[in-house]
């Protein structure tokens, strides 16, 4: 299990779509994450580089701050300038939602998994293949639950599966002849 403080988008490196990035946080966690973010795309503005991790990162913040907009998420979205953007956006957001049981949630994780199944290795397709297939046995709402990590809600998801609470379509897998 591959998790990162949300503070990692702003490493300078390409984040990568293996890793959880909607670990919980403070109020003042998220506080002092949001005022980097913010330094963080001035300094994008002034040296003419890109302000998208910055700016996710200030949307990462502000939700631990108690602020989601879905509006927020689409102009996000739209100022990707790659599909490998737009994919961290989706994934972020669906973890992020996901991390509090919240409606959309799960659409989110599986619409970024399906897009970036052609842009994760192998070893990380596989990985996040697993944790959403398990996520996937989460209940939703429409009112936020309080907030957990990915191993809780990995537990509390394993749970349900194994109590047979499970309500996600699994697909059924048929083996196909290959020899005859």
């Not at 390409?14 to 966690?29: D, G, N, V």
């Not at 302000?51 to 927020?72: H, I, K, N, Q, V």
């Not at 992020?96 to 959309?104: A, N, T, Y």
């Not at 194994?162 to 697909?171: E, K, L």
């Amino acid at each position: 299990m591959t998790t990162e403080g949300g503070a990692s988008l702003l490493s300078g490196e390409s984040p990568s779509l293996a890793l959880w990035y909607a670990e919980p946080m403070s109020q003042s966690e998220a506080e002092v994450l949001f005022k980097r973010a913010q330094q963080a795309q001035r300094t994008a503005l002034i040296h003419a580089t890109s302000p998208f991790l910055p700016r996710l990162t200030a949307l990462l913040a502000s939700f631990w701050l108690g602020g989601y907009e879905e509006d927020e998420w689409l102009q996000m979205a739209q100022l990707a300038s790659s599909e490998y953007e737009q994919v961290l956006v989706e994934l972020l957001q669906g973890q992020l939602l996901v991390s509090r049981k919240l409606s959309g949630a799960l659409h989110h994780l599986k619409s970024a998994f399906m897009k970036a199944s052609n842009l994760l290795e192998a070893e990380g397709y596989f990985e996040v293949l697993k944790r959403h297939e398990v996520l996937a046995c989460l209940p939703t709402a429409p009112h936020p639950a309080e907030p957990l990590g990915l191993e809780a809600l990995l537990t509390e998801a394993a749970v349900i599966q194994r109590m047979g609470g499970c309500t996600a379509m699994v697909p059924k897998r048929e083996p196909i002849d290959t020899v005859g």
